[in-house]
C-alpha cells in the first residue's frame, strides 16, 4: 500500500534508539524526509547515517535535550516546516505515590505532557495553514491501565491524553489529524535496562525475567519497533485522515479490556 506521505518532512523527536527510530525508519522507507533528535550525538548521528543510506532520504540530525525550551528552540530553528510530527522522550523514573514532591510532578510534566504540547503549539499552526500535517505523540499503556510503580508517567501522559482529546477535534477540519500512540512492552534499550534492574534484584538471570514477562503478554513476546514503526506509519498516512483523537493501543493483548 502507498501510504501517499512520500516527499513530506517529519520531525520525529528522541529517536536514535528505540521506538522513536522505529518510527524514524518506517517513514523514511515510505520516502519521508526526517529532522532527528536525540541527546547524544554520536549515536544520533549513527542513526541519521544508517538512515541515510538504507532509504536515501534527507536527514538532519539534531542533538538536544528535547524537555528542555532551549532543545526544542534549537530542534524547531533546524526544523523549518514540518508535514509530520512524532513526540517522544525518556520515560519518568519509577518510584511509590508516596515518594515525590511538586518537583517531580513538574519534572515529569515538563518532559511528557508540556513539550509534545509545546511542539504541536509551534507546528500544527503551520501545517493547518498548510491544510495537511499529522501528529502522533508516543505516550505509553499507562494512559489505558495504570503501571503502579510508574505513577509520574500515569499522572503526566494522561495530562496529555486529555489535552490532545480536546485539541484534535478543533483542528480535524483544517487537514491536520492528532492521535497517539501507546506502547506495551517493546524490545528496546528501556525494555533491556527494566528486566537487567530485575534481575539484579531477585538474583534470577535476566533471560528468565524476559521470559516471565513476555509470558504476561497474550502475544507471548516483546513487541518489535518494526511493528511499532510501521503503525505509527500508517496513523501518519493519507489514509489516517478519519482517525482523529484517538489511542492505539500496541500491548500484544497485555491490557485485559473489552474496548
Ligand atoms: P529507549 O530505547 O531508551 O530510546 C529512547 C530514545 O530517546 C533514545 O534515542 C534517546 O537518546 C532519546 N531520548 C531520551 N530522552 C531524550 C530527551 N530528553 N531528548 C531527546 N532525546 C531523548 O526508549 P523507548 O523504549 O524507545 O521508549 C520511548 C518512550 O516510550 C519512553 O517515553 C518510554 O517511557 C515509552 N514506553 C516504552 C515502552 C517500552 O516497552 N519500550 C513501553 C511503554 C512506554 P539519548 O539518550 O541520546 O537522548
Known sequence: M???????????????????????????????????????????????NAIRKAHGVSVVAVAADITSEEGQAEVLAAAGEIDIL????????????EDW??????????????????????LVPGMMARGWGRVVN??????????????????????????????????????????NL?????ATDRAQVLDNARAAETG???????????????????GTTEEFGATCAFMCSQYAGYMVGQNILLDGGATSATI
Not at 109 to 121: G, Q, S, V
Not at 166 to 174: E, I, L, M, N, P
Not at 182 to 186: E, F, K, T
Open 2 to 48: 502507498d501510504l501517499g506521505i512520500a516527499g513530506k518532512t517529519a520531525l520525529v523527536c528522541a529517536s536514535s534508539k528505540g521506538l522513536g527510530r522505529g518510527c524514524a525508519e518506517m517513514l523514511a522507507a515510505n520516502g519521508v524526509n526526517l529532522v532527528l533528535n536525540a541527546r547524544g550525538a554520536e549515536a544520533l548521528e549513527d542513526a541519521a
Open 86 to 97: 512524532i513526540t517522544n522522550a525518556g520515560g519518568p523514573p519509577p518510584g511509590y505515590w
Open 101 to 122: 514532591e511538586r518537583a517531580d510532578f513538574i519534572a515529569a510534566m515538563d518532559a511528557n505532557m508540556l513539550t509534545p504540547i509545546a511542539l504541536m503549539k509551534a
Open 138 to 179: 508516543i505516550t505509553s499503556v499507562s494512559v489505558k491501565a495504570p503501571i503502579a510503580l510508574l505513577g509520574l508517567s500515569n499522572t503526566a501522559r494522561t495530562g496529555l491524553t486529555g489535552f490532545v482529546a480536546g485539541t484534535s477535534r478543533q483542528v480535524a477540519d483544517k487537514g491536520v489529524i492528532i492521535n
Open 182 to 186: 501507546l506502547p506495551g512492552i517493546h
Open 204 to 222: 534470577q538471570p535476566v533471560e528468565k525475567v524476559a521470559a516471565d514477562r513476555a509470558a504476561t503478554i497474550p502475544a507471548g513476546r516483546y
